[in-house]
């Protein structure tokens, strides 16, 4: 199973809700990834998860909260987002070290709307 | 902080031969890879390279030259299939994390 899945595949969401995009692999990968991907431009890295740990956060707002339950789940809340927030968010996940050639395999993507 | 970059766009022809160049400066270089991403789609891996020289995997072909800080694609036996955009990632070492950071992509339209 080379799969990373997400749901929702599509949100829309007013500015005042709190909604979860989730996240899931089964390939024994222990470092999972948020990227927001604005139209025609490359995925911008949000955070990363090592091990279950949250090891990068690129400075961002904290509308965005990052949860990793375990090593299969990755879990990205959002609240008070704003209309500039509207992407597409994708998880990716590899094994630890990229620097070993582990590529990232990246599940489709949440198409985020915030109105 | 990284810098890549990478021609916008490109066109080429059914059957043709296409090398899409990548030049990067970074620091903490820790490997490069090469993903596909078609519209609507998420990235798909491509190739890796982590010392200088050519890799090959199929129709595909990547080069790396640290010391200059380039890299390129080359596609062979374009398929109309192809059209997509590709994306080079640098990845860097920062206090035992490894990030990666992406090109913006170049956009290959392949014509008949």
């Known amino acids: 199973d080379t799969e990373v899945t997400q749901t929702p595949k599509h949100l829309v969401m007013g500015m005042t809700n709190k909604k979860s995009l989730k996240c899931e692999q089964h390939?024994?990968?222990?470092?999972m990834y948020w990227y927001k991907q604005k139209a025609k431009k490359p995925p911008e890295l949000m955070f990363v998860?090592?091990?279950?740990?949250?090891?990068i956060n690129e400075s961002v707002p904290s509308r965005f909260s990052p949860e990793c339950p375990n090593s299969s789940l990755l879990n990205l809340h959002l609240h008070a987002l704003q209309p500039e927030d509207s992407a597409l968010y994708l998880c990716?996940?590899?094994?630890?070290?990229?620097?070993?050639?582990?590529?990232?395999?990246f599940g489709p993507g949440t198409r985020l709307t915030v109105t | 902080g990284q810098n890549i970059d990478q021609p916008t766009e490109m066109t080429a022809t059914e059957g043709a031969i296409v090398q899409i160049n990548c030049t990067y400066q970074?620091?903490?270089?820790?490997?490069l890879f090469w993903y596909q991403q078609h519209a609507g789609e998420a990235p798909t891996f491509l190739s890796y390279?982590?010392?200088?020289g050519l890799e090959e995997k199929g129709r595909f072909s990547s080069f790396l030259s640290r010391s200059k800080g380039y890299s390129y694609l080359l596609l062979k036996e374009l398929q109309m299939k192809d059209s997509a955009s590709y994306l080079c990632?640098?990845?860097?070492?920062?206090?035992?994390?490894?990030?990666?950071?992406f090109g913006r992509g170049t956009s290959l339209i392949v014509h008949p």
């Open positions: 390279n982590v010392l200088d």
């Open positions: 390939m024994g990968h222990r470092a």
């Open positions: 990632a640098v990845i860097s070492s920062s206090g035992g994390s490894y990030i990666p950071t």
């Open positions: 998860y090592s091990y279950e740990k949250l090891s």
């Open positions: 990716a996940s590899s094994q630890p070290g990229l620097a070993g050639g582990h590529e990232q395999y």
């Open positions: 970074t620091s903490g270089f820790n490997g």
